[in-house]
């Protein structure tokens, strides 16, 4: 089994910064893919960032030149940088991670549980 540990979340006024952690831990060979995905009430789930075990990132239109993503492979940790945040981006925050739990297996998709990002004055 794989766990994911996430933390940063919190109350920030607009235009400030946070930083997410996500940590991986259990049955890991190797970690693939990982990413942040958000979810705020009534509106779609949406993946807001994306990393690949070579660190080539990709990131939501919306979130796009404001948000950095980023990984430990040694500490099977990945982050999220937010900067300039707006009361759009409140939102709890999942993170996800592709585990290998063996070698040559087909990565299976984890979830963490959720931090709560709230941006507001």
């Known amino acids: 089994q794989v766990q994911l540990v996430e933390s940063g979340g919190g109350l920030v006024q607009p235009g400030g910064s946070l930083r997410l952690s996500c940590a991986a831990s259990?049955?890991?060979?190797?970690?693939?893919?990982m990413g942040w995905e958000r979810e705020a009430p009534g509106k779609q789930r949406e993946l807001v960032a994306r990393?690949?075990?070579?660190?080539?990132?990709n990131y939501a239109d919306s979130v796009k030149g404001r948000f950095a993503i980023s990984r430990d492979n040694d500490k099977n940790t990945g982050y999220l940088e937010m900067s300039s945040l707006t009361p759009e981006d409140t939102a709890v925050y999942y993170c996800?991670?592709?585990?290998?739990?063996?070698?040559?297996?087909?990565?299976?998709?984890?979830w963490g549980q959720g931090t709560q990002v709230t941006v507001s004055s």
């Open positions: 259990g049955g890991i060979f190797r970690i693939d893919a």
């Open positions: 996800t991670v592709a585990v290998q739990a063996v070698s040559g297996a087909i990565p299976r998709d984890y």
């Open positions: 990393i690949t075990s070579g660190g080539s990132a």
